[in-house]
C-alpha cells in the first residue's frame, strides 16, 4: 500500500499503472489520453474528490501522452496545422475552466453530474459517428498508397491535408472557435480537451480518426501543462478555504507511467483497427459512467 500524500488517498501502489494502462490502450485507438475516464477513477474509486482531482488528471496527461505523440509523429500520421490551431484555441479557455471548477464546481455532487453531462456528449457524438457517418471510417493500406499524412496546408481559412488517396479539409476560424469551447469544458473537467475535440473533428469535421489522433494528443498534452501551471499558481491563494487546488503530482506520475505504455501500444496498433470499431468500444466505456453518474445524482 501507498499513501499519496496530497490528496490523502491509500492504495496498493500498483493500481494506478495498471488501471490507466489498461484505460489508455483503448482511449489512445481514438486519439484520447484517456484522462476522461480515469478521473470518475480517482473520484468514485479511489476517493479523491476535490478540485485538485483535475489538474492531477492533467498531470496524467503531461506523463502518459509524450509516447503516442512520438508514435504518430514517427508513423507519418500528425497533422501539425490541426495540432496547431487546437492548440491556439483551447490554451485561453483552459484558464477559464480552472477558475470554473475551483469557484462554482467544487461540490463532489456538482462536480459529477458535470462529468456525467460532458461523457454523455461525447458518447452521444461517437454514437452518431457511428451511425451516421460510414464513409469516414479510415480504411487500411491498399496498393501503393501509403497510410500517412501528405501535402498539409494552413491559411486562415482552411487546413487540409491528403490521407490513403483523399483530401480532407476543414475551417480554420471552425476550429479555433470549437477549441476555446472545448478548452473551457476540458478545463473544468481536467482532461485537456482531447476527449471532446476528437468525436467532433470525426463528426462534424468529417476528419478520419486515423489522422486527427496524433493532433488531439498532442493539443491535450500541451493544454495540459498550462492547466497544471495555472492550478499550481492559485492554489495558495485558497489556501484558507480547504480545497484542495494543487495537483497531487505522485499520484498523476503514477497513473502518467501506465498511460504512456498503454498510449504507446495503441498508437502502435491504431492503424489496423476499423474506425468503427475504435469508436463503438469508447461510445460503450463512456455510457457505462454517464450512467453511474447521472443515477448517482439522481439518487
Known sequence: ???FPVSGIETYWWLPLTVAFAISILASLGGLSGAFLILPFQVSVLGFT???????NLVFNIVAIPAGVYRYWREGRMVWPLAWATIIGTLPGVFIGAIIRIRYLPDPKAFKLFVGSVLLYIGVRLIMGIINSAENSARKPQGDEPFEVSEQRFNLKRISYRFQGEYFSASTWGLLLLSFIVGIVGGTYGIGGGAIIAPFLVTVFRLPIH???GASLLGTFITSVAGVLFYTAIAPFYADTGLTIQPDWLLGAMFGIGGAAGIYIGARVQRFVPARVIK???AVCIMIVVVKYVSEFIR
Open 1 to 3: 500500500m501507498i499513501t
Open 50 to 56: 476535490g478540485p485538485g482531482v483535475s489538474p492531477t
Open 280 to 282: 463503438s468500444v469508447l
Open 211 to 213: 489522422t486527427v489522433a
